[in-house]
């Protein structure tokens, strides 16, 4: 099986041949600019001291400091980060924004770890790397298992080493601590655009399409929140312990309710209990992945029925799967677009901390919305004149941006 970075150069290998890329161009792409390792001791409860093994990948600054997320896991591998900061680099450069890709992890699991060692895991990520952050370098974020608050004490911690008040140098920070409105539901926002841009296309009509969504935390959560707001017909939800499906339509203001009361949307009166496997095979207009990667194969791949997919989760379809819907017809808003929508509000937290601006939320939005539907439409137009998928009509938007500006 492929490693995250096999699969990722495999992707800049197809936009590449679409782009008749140079050797030179291809050779600048399959390398990151660096790739930092550290070592962070840490003084435990117990007294012992612990080393933990952080990483942070630069890939690609052409566009403008390198961006992307901290995550704390106990898989966190040098691939995969590198890999991660690969699609930053792409999904940055697809949406236009003016930030190059990067993304950090540490090997941990911070379940494990007491709030005074995972703060101090915190500070000591910073110590060792501060000298390769800043906001015109590169910018963190929150990522799997990292928050506001652990975002919070980086931003300290930064400030402490360089001795110089930054705070553009990591985003997803508390809106008190100059955070962005918008930013806990940027994501599902986002994806909510691509589906009203999505639905013009394929000629949806809210009332009329039905919807699936797999995972029901802070992306899928508010996914559906919104979409039935906007009149969207959700027929089936689903999270770690199971799914629940009504044909007629699930009502999701009572269902998060349920959700937070219960832990989980399975057995939610009047609706039919669906496995997850199900919900995937479900006839439905739109299909929306928003749990964990690889959930869509090539063991499932041809019993998926569903008109479209929108990723909202990252890598949920597998390469192989990917060509089979593709043979299918299934339309596939790929996740560099979809789930754009967080690291676009971050990109606005940036600049509102450099100019010192706080913006309401409703200028975030409407600055979201412009910036979603412009993509869409780019990457779109970009898939009928090549006569390829989203996922590829992305990657050759976005290495365009890159190839040009290098
Ligand atoms: P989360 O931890 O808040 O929620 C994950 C949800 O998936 C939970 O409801 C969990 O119960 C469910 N889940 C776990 N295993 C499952 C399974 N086997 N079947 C069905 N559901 C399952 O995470 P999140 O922040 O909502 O992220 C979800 C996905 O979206 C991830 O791929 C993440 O990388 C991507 N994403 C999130 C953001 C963001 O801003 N939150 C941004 C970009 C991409």
């Given at each position: 099986?492929?490693?995250?970075?096999?699969?990722?150069?495999?992707?800049?290998?197809?936009?590449?041949?679409?782009?008749?890329?140079?050797?030179?161009q291809?050779?600048?792409?399959?390398?990151?600019?660096?790739?930092?390792?550290?070592?962070?001791?840490?003084?435990?409860?117990?007294?012992?001291?612990?080393?933990?093994?952080?990483?942070?990948?630069?890939?690609?600054?052409?566009?403008g400091?390198y961006?992307?997320?901290i995550?704390?896991?106990?898989?966190?591998?040098?691939?995969?980060?590198?890999?991660?900061?690969?699609w930053?680099?792409?999904?940055c450069?697809?949406?236009?924004l003016?930030?190059?890709?990067?993304?950090g992890?540490?090997?941990?699991?911070?379940?494990?770890?007491?709030?005074?060692?995972?703060?101090?895991?915190?500070?000591?990520y910073?110590?060792k790397?501060?000298?390769?952050?800043?906001?015109?370098?590169?910018?963190?974020?929150?990522?799997?298992?990292?928050?506001?608050?652990?975002?919070?004490?980086m931003?300290?911690?930064?400030?402490?080493c360089?001795?110089?008040?930054?705070?553009?140098?990591?985003?997803?920070?508390?809106?008190?601590?100059?955070?962005?409105?918008?930013?806990?539901?940027?994501?599902?926002?986002g994806?909510?655009?691509?589906v009203?841009?999505?639905?013009?296309?394929?000629?949806?009509?809210?009332?009329?399409?039905?919807?699936?969504v797999?995972?029901?935390?802070?992306a899928?959560?508010?996914?559906?929140?919104?979409?039935?707001?906007?009149?969207?017909?959700?027929v089936?939800?689903?999270?770690?312990?199971?799914?629940?499906?009504?044909?007629?339509?699930?009502?999701?203001?009572?269902?998060?309710?349920?959700?937070?009361?219960?832990?989980?949307?399975?057995?939610?009166?009047?609706?039919?209990?669906?496995?997850?496997?199900?919900?995937?095979?479900l006839?439905?207009?739109?299909?929306?992945?928003?749990?964990?990667?690889?959930?869509?194969?090539?063991?499932?791949?041809?019993?998926?029925?569903?008109?479209?997919?929108?990723?909202?989760?990252?890598?949920?379809?597998?390469?192989?799967a990917?060509e089979?819907?593709?043979?299918?017809?299934?339309?596939?808003?790929?996740?560099?677009?979809?789930?754009?929508?967080?690291?676009?509000?971050?990109?606005?937290?940036?600049?509102?901390?450099?100019?010192?601006?706080?913006w309401?939320?409703e200028?975030?939005?409407?600055k979201?919305e412009?910036?979603?539907?412009?993509?869409f439409?780019?990457?779109?137009?970009t898939?009928e004149?090549?006569?390829?998928?989203?996922?590829?009509?992305a990657?050759?938007?976005?290495i365009?941006?890159?190839?040009?500006?290098?």
């Amino acid at each position: 099986m492929n490693t995250p970075f096999q699969n990722a150069m495999e992707q800049l290998k197809k936009a590449g041949e679409i782009m008749k890329l140079t050797e030179e161009q291809f050779a600048r792409l399959s390398h990151p600019d660096r790739v930092i390792e550290v070592s962070i001791p840490v003084l435990m409860d117990s007294g012992e001291t612990q080393i933990f093994i952080g990483y942070r990948a630069q890939y690609n600054n052409v566009l403008g400091p390198y961006k992307g997320g901290i995550r704390y896991h106990w898989g966190v591998t040098y691939d995969e980060v590198k890999a991660l900061s690969f699609w930053m680099t792409i999904k940055c450069a697809a949406l236009g924004l003016p930030l190059g890709g990067g993304k950090g992890g540490v090997i941990v699991d911070p379940k494990k770890l007491s709030k005074h060692e995972l703060e101090q895991l915190s500070r000591g990520y910073v110590q060792k790397l501060w000298r390769y952050l800043g906001s015109d370098i590169d910018v963190p974020a929150p990522d799997v298992y990292t928050n506001g608050e652990i975002m919070g004490w980086m931003r300290d911690e930064f400030e402490k080493c360089s001795g110089k008040k930054d705070p553009g140098v990591i985003t997803g920070k508390p809106v008190s601590e100059g955070g962005s409105e918008v930013r806990e539901y940027a994501t599902a926002q986002g994806g909510v655009y691509c589906v009203e841009e999505l639905s013009e296309k394929k000629g949806f009509i809210p009332e009329n399409t039905t919807i699936a969504v797999q995972g029901f935390g802070n992306a899928g959560s508010y996914m559906a929140e919104i979409l039935s707001q906007k009149g969207y017909r959700i027929v089936a939800v689903s999270d770690s312990k199971g799914g629940v499906y009504a044909p007629e339509g699930i009502n999701i203001a009572t269902l998060k309710e349920y959700k937070r009361t219960h832990g989980s949307v399975a057995n939610f009166p009047d609706t039919q209990h669906i496995s997850n496997e199900e919900l995937l095979q479900l006839p439905v207009d739109i299909l929306i992945p928003a749990a964990l990667e690889s959930v869509i194969t090539a063991e499932n791949a041809e019993k998926i029925t569903a008109r479209t997919i929108l990723e909202l989760a990252n890598g949920p379809t597998t390469p192989e799967a990917d060509e089979i819907l593709s043979k299918k017809g299934i339309v596939i808003v790929p996740d560099v677009l979809a789930n754009a929508g967080g690291v676009t509000v971050s990109c606005f937290e940036w600049q509102q901390n450099i100019t010192g601006e706080h913006w309401t939320a409703e200028v975030v939005l409407s600055k979201l919305e412009t910036a979603m539907k412009h993509a869409f439409g780019d990457i779109w137009n970009t898939s009928e004149e090549y006569h390829i998928s989203l996922r590829k009509a992305a990657f050759v938007r976005a290495i365009k941006q890159i190839t040009d500006k290098m």
